[in-house]
Nanobody, 125 residues
């Protein structure tokens, strides 16, 4: 079992930055791929970024490439999402999620078993 708690959301003006954190419980954090997802008002949940167990491989959705950066610190059981150049359309509830995988990591087929409650990000124009 992994318990995930996000933090770092808030209200920011367009062009600003936020850093989201996700703290995980348990001693198996380093065995999980981690992902960040978001769900905006009236929209479906979408993948934002993901990172492999070691942190060596990363995936980004096209709409955040060059603006967001995912990282993890396995010693601290944490994953982060640095968000720069924020836009009003980035407004959403942001979730972190964890899932195990076997063999080569494929972020496009990765399934996530554990989810946090989310942290709200609001970008004003």
């Amino acid at each position: 079992q992994v318990h995930l708690v996000e933090s770092g959301g808030g209200l920011v003006q367009a062009g600003g930055s936020l850093r989201l954190s996700c703290a995980a419980s348990g001693r198996t954090f380093s065995t999980y791929a981690m992902g960040w997802f978001r769900q905006g008002p009236g929209k479906e949940r979408e993948a934002v970024a993901a990172i492999s167990r070691s942190g060596a491989m990363k995936y980004y959705a096209e709409f955040v490439k060059g603006r967001f950066a995912i990282s993890r610190d396995n010693a601290k059981n944490s994953v982060y999402l640095q968000m720069n150049a924020l836009k009003p359309e980035d407004t959403a509830l942001y979730y972190c999620a964890g899932g195990m995988y076997v063999g080569a990591w494929n972020p496009r087929t990765q399934k996530y078993d554990y989810w946090g409650q989310g942290t709200q990000v609001t970008v004003s124009s």
